[in-house]
């Protein structure tokens, strides 16, 4: 029953067609030119999405996005949004959009009953824990590790790296998901085991 509640608040008119679902899911942009770039996402319906992107592509173009846990579509950008964000509306047919409502429903009820989806594991606030990031091997700086979990960490950095940017933070390989006050938040690629993990060798 909580389930067709659920559905059905994805589904009702909300100024859109769908209601859309704040949800961070990374992903890829395949644009007409056949470059590949990095995106996340910001918020999601079952007819289109935001997105966080350094991709620039033109109003009307027609792209591949592919996002966990959504997988592929394909999609039209419909409108370009200062600090690198992206409007896309979905090609997809009724049974498609189906399967994305029924995986919005999942993730919403994972936030509900399990903590926001976007922070799996529970965080731990930090006191003057520092370390360094780099961005290429001619670009490191460094930066206040404000608090950690196994999956990811929010940074406090005078250098800010743009959303969907793959940094390396001690040891450890992730993305940059979202921009917060004074810092960044990163998801990183595999689990870490310890802090150690996350300082320089």
């Known amino acids: 029953m909580r389930d067709k509640m659920v559905v059905k608040k994805i589904l009702q008119n909300d100024n859109r067609r769908f209601r859309r679902v704040d949800v961070e899911l990374l992903g890829k942009l395949l644009l007409p030119d056949r470059t590949e770039h990095n995106c996340v996402s910001i918020n999601i319906s079952a007819g289109g999405a935001l997105v966080a992107t350094r ?115 001690g040891q450890t390989l992730g993305v940059v998901v979202r921009h917060i006050p004074d810092g960044f938040a990163i998801q990183f690629k595999n689990p870490i085991t310890d802090l150690s993990d996350v300082l320089p060798d």
Not at 58 to 65: A, E, H, S
Not at 125 to 152: R, T
Request: charged share 25%; hydrophobic share 45%.
């Open 55 to 169: 991709a620039i592509a033109k109003v009307n173009d027609k792209i591949i996005i592919n996002l966990d846990v959504i997988n592929q579509l394909e999609a039209v950008v419909v409108r370009n949004i200062p600090d690198d964000k992206m409007a896309l509306k979905f090609f997809a047919s009724s049974r498609k959009r189906e399967q994305i409502v029924n995986k919005l429903t999942w993730m919403v009820n994972q936030k509900e009953f399990s903590g926001l989806e976007a922070r799996r594991h529970k965080r731990e606030s930090l006191d003057n824990v520092f370390s360094i990031f780099a961005i290429s091997v001619n670009h490191v700086y460094s930066c206040q590790i404000v608090d950690l979990s196994i999956s990811g960490a929010a940074i406090r950095a005078d250098t800010v790296p743009p959303v969907g940017t793959h940094i390396k933070l």
